[in-house]
């Protein structure tokens, strides 16, 4: 799930456009061929700033190879009162995971 | 080998005392994002002062990179003196920052060809930091030269009150032109058209005015510096000459 903070965006606008500076979301690839990962947060007024902050923040210890910045704003969350709805039913069916194979001998990691 | 000593300090000192500066900013910076990336850059030149320091302690053979940040006086510094100047606004800070970067970068490029391997390596080192720091501070040069009419008007009076300090990144004395001759040390005087070309270029999209060459400051490579040295050393020396026996 993603951070408060962004499911309270739409119920917040007022606060949001108070506050001159943007919220960005940072996503840092560990390594080459990995997904990019959520890290957190940085404030920034333009693109090139989101960037050098997001990388001035989470990248002091060597944790990344590349960086994606994006505005808080942009993204769609689910809200929690969503949770039933959204999640609950796909509890129940268990043939929606590959249970039934026999698994070869010999296979790990699976 | 007291030359190579005194050569290498000038490079040190100008990274230490830029580095002790900036540091200044830490915990008051315009936002918690730009206070990180100040305290970076700022140990970014602690760490390039202290290889060059470790280097010049191996070269003096008898005072530790440690004694020579914190046992000189003012008048055995060898830092540039737009270094020493004082942070002042942020965009005063922007603007010195911008001006050094520019120099730094040029200045490690042609180091890093020096056939002394120590400073070459750490030349090689620094090329990659002072590249983000120029990213860094001409960007902002450029979001406040060319933002609201006061950023506009405050950084066009910070690129004028500095301006008389960058006379010296392109001084040639003897000593350097001693370094230069043994391939060791750079030509500062053929840095200046390359400066020149980056700094006009960011200067015009930032749409600030580049001042005259006027009356240009001069004196740091005879351990001459502005008042504002002492000051400063006074602060940052005070610990290991209050308590001698002091451990890290």
């Known amino acids: 799930m993603l951070p408060k903070h962004i499911q309270k965006n739409k119920n917040n606008k007022d606060k949001m456009t108070k506050d001159k500076s943007t919220v960005w979301e940072v996503f840092i690839q560990s390594k080459n061929g990995l997904a990019h990962k959520h890290f957190g947060n940085v404030h920034a007024e333009d693109k090139e700033m989101a960037l050098q902050n997001a990388r001035d923040l989470y990248t002091r210890r060597n944790e990344g190879s590349c960086i994606w910045v994006v505005k808080s704003e942009h993204i769609v969350s689910s809200v929690p009162e969503d949770e039933t709805s959204f999640f609950d039913p796909s509890n129940d069916k268990v043939y929606r995971h590959p249970t039934f194979y026999k698994m070869p001998e010999g296979a790990k990691h699976i | 080998m007291q030359d190579l000593l005194k050569y290498t300090l000038r490079i040190a000192d100008t990274s230490l005392i830029l580095g002790q500066r900036l540091s200044e900013w830490c915990s008051k910076g315009p936002t918690l994002e730009e206070d990180i990336a100040l305290s970076n850059i700022s140990l970014d030149l602690f760490g390039q002062a202290n290889g060059l320091l470790e280097y010049a302690s191996k070269i003096d053979g008898s005072r530790t990179a440690d004694d020579l940040a914190f046992k000189r006086n003012e008048r055995e510094f060898y830092n540039l003196q737009i270094c020493e100047q004082e942070n002042g606004h942020f965009g005063d800070t922007m603007v010195r920052q911008f001006l050094c970067d520019t120099y730094f970068m040029l200045f490690y490029q042609e180091l890093s060809k020096s056939e002394d391997e120590t400073l070459a390596a750490i030349a090689n080192k620094s090329i990659k930091e002072v590249s983000y720091h120029l ?15 006061k950023s506009k008007e405050k950084v066009q009076k910070s ?29 500062n005087i053929k840095l200046k058209d390359e400066w020149d070309i980056i700094v006009n270029q960011v200067l015009l999209e930032a749409k600030i005015n580049r001042p005259k060459d006027s009356y240009m400051m001069t004196g740091s490579k005879k351990g001459l510096h502005t008042e504002l040295l002492g000051k400063m050393l006074a602060e940052m020396q005070y610990l290991p000459r209050a308590y001698p026996d002091a451990k890290w």
Do not use: C, P, Q
């Not at chain 2, 990213?135 to 009419?149: M, Y």
């Not at chain 2, 350097?176 to 391939?183: E, G, P, R």
């Open chain 2, 159 to 187: 690129i004028e009150n500095i301006w008389k300090f960058t006379g010296e990144f392109f001084e040639m004395d003897d000593l350097d032109n001693l370094m230069y001759a043994n391939k060791i040390g750079v030509n």
């Open chain 2, 135 to 149: 990213r860094h501070s001409k960007n902002w040069l450029i979001r406040l030269g060319d933002g609201t009419d």
